[in-house]
């Protein structure tokens, strides 16, 4: 029987240094992973990366942050390899990069369109490529979407529209990458309370998407805050390992399907 504990395993985390994939990191090295290489995309994100290395060493694991742009399969691939070279194979490769675009389609300009593309399904696509090439078997890769996927509403075609093709490139890696016990998820959580959320943004959609959930009146803010998603995450990726190929939506009853 494979060991689907969280303990002694290499995890890769895209978008690890801060927000949720900063939160997912310093859980799973809580929870005893041996090593955790964090991706960040910019010079921006560098003191964030380096405060949730520092957090994953305090929790007892080996941590690196590596930083690229994702939105090229070359960037990718490079970030596989120095994953393994800096702490070995990974078991476990979470992908939380995403760009939000809240426009009319009207206005949407080509420009526009290739980099939520380049951001949301290409980078998508090459790290599930990347993790069926390198993740060990038994391993757990799972990719973060958003809850808008079960939604009927406008001025998110951009954003929603390229993350969907996640939901096939999810079920498709889970059928080719069965045979060597690999389980592929997708999880979308509702708008969240982080800086990830406000800038698209304005004052009344903020105070609509308060109240939209069922649960939002149990919600501190009425939005997804990031502990509420990664117990989640935490679960996917260990005992959870018999989901696979399917997209959960985490947000309190904000969309279904």
């Keep these: 029987m494979a060991n689907h504990s969280i303990k002694g395993k290499v995890v890769l985390i895209a978008g690890g240094a801060k927000n949720l994939g900063g939160l997912i990191a310093t859980d799973l090295a809580e ?53 393994v070279a800096a702490v070995g194979k990974p078991d476990i490769a979470i ?37 069926g090439k390198h993740v060990n078997d038994n391993g757990k890769v799972c ?3 958003t809850s808008l996927l079960g939604a009927f509403t406008p001025f998110y075609a951009s954003y929603a529209g390229t993350k969907a093709p996640v939901e096939h490139f999810t ?59 990664v117990p989640f995450i935490r679960h996917l990726v260990s005992d959870g390992w018999w989901i696979t190929g399917q997209t959960i939506l985490i947000n309190g009853g904000y969309t279904t399907k």
């Excluded at 290395?53 to 941590?63: P, S, T």
């Excluded at 995403?98 to 206005?107: Q, R, Y």
């Design 171 to 229: 079920r498709a890696a889970a059928k080719e990458f069965g045979a060597r016990g690999i389980s592929v998820t997708a999880v979308g959580p509702g708008p969240m309370d982080t800086p990830f959320f406000y800038p698209a943004e304005g004052a009344d959609a903020v105070a609509y998407h308060k109240t939209a959930a069922a649960l939002s009146p149990f919600s501190p803010t009425g939005l997804t805050h990031i502990e509420d998603v």
């Design 143 to 145: 990719t973060i979407v």
């Design 31 to 83: 929870q005893g992973a041996k090593a955790v290489a964090i991706h960040y995309n910019s010079e921006s994100s560098k003191a964030d990366a380096e405060n949730t290395v520092a957090a994953i060493e305090k929790a007892g694991a080996k941590a690196v942050a590596l930083q690229g742009d994702l939105t090229s399969a070359a960037a990718v691939e490079k970030l596989f390899a120095d994953t």
């Design 95 to 131: 992908n939380t990069v995403g760009k939000v675009l809240k426009k009319p389609m009207t206005e949407i300009s080509e420009a526009e369109y290739d980099e939520m593309t380049a951001v949301n399904s290409k980078t998508a696509f090459f790290f599930l490529k990347e993790a």
